[in-house]
């Protein structure tokens, strides 16, 4: 396997790419929260078998490479899912990023990493066999569920910024903090927190950085890095 080929010129990490080269844009001195995807894995038979898929061996290869061409200037707080494909991404970004001289820390698990807030699985996968996705994730945002079986888009979007803020409250100015989670929650958060509609799926360690506890909050999205507004309930450290 070539994973300097895979790395280059794979479709699949083209949304990674972009996400390294768009962290060299921060200002040197700001703190970033970066929502990233997994590494690649395998195309589940079923739906219900997705949970256990881990990582392929380009995945691991990819998500050391990721590591290896991250910002060796910021100390590294990685968070990740407790799937295990999210906690395999998270140790090999680590890994990646200490052998070229970086200082990185693997923080542990976050619940709203893995789940969106729903209460019963089950109900998502009988959901998923009568309506297409994108339709499941508009009538969540719009409050079509019940919030005894999913919990309002807003309210989870707002817990999971405010869970987000305070475990890096302690990290350095020049920190970057990484949350390795799921497509469908890095289209949540990027929806709920910046108002941008998820109009295609997020690739594998594609996601979203952002600036924290500065007076602008500055948005790397698809590889362009600009000045956004964030929510009027968005409170800072």
């Not at 140790?91 to 200082?103: A, L, M, V, Y």
């Not at 888009?153 to 803020?165: D, I, K, P, V």
């Not at 990484?178 to 929650?185: A, G, K, R």
Request: aromatic letters at 14%; hydrophobic letters at 35%; a neutral charge.
């Amino acid at each position: 396997m070539d994973s300097e080929k895979i790395w280059k010129e794979s479709d699949w990490t083209e949304q990674a790419r972009q996400l390294i080269e768009g962290l060299k844009q921060f200002p040197d001195d700001s703190k970033i929260i970066l929502v990233l995807r997994h590494s690649h894995r395998d195309e589940p038979e079923a739906l219900k078998g997705a949970q256990k898929l881990r990582l392929t061996p380009q995945g691991h290869a990819i998500a050391k490479k990721f590591g290896e061409n991250l910002p060796n200037n910021r100390q590294i707080n990685l968070f990740h899912s407790i799937i295990w494909r999210c906690e395999e991404t998270a140790n090999d970004i680590h890994e990646g990023f200490k052998s070229i001289g970086g200082t990185s820390e693997i923080k542990g698990t976050l619940l709203p990493l893995q789940s969106v807030g729903m209460k019963s699985r089950e109900f998502f996968f009988s959901e998923f066999k009568n309506v297409p996705f994108f339709d499941i994730f508009y009538r969540w945002v719009v409050g079509f569920y019940n919030p005894d079986i999913w919990t309002p888009f807003r309210e989870y979007c707002q817990s999971t910024a405010q869970m987000f803020l305070d475990q890096v409250k302690s990290s350095p100015e020049n920190g970057l903090n990484i949350f390795v989670t799921h497509d469908m929650n890095t289209m949540a958060l990027r929806f709920g927190w910046f108002g941008l509609r998820p109009e295609k799926w997020v690739k594998f360690l594609g996601g979203f950085a952002y600036t924290v506890g500065e007076e602008q909050t500055l948005l790397l999205d698809y590889g362009e890095l600009k000045p956004v507004t964030v929510p009027h309930w968005w409170k800072k450290p």
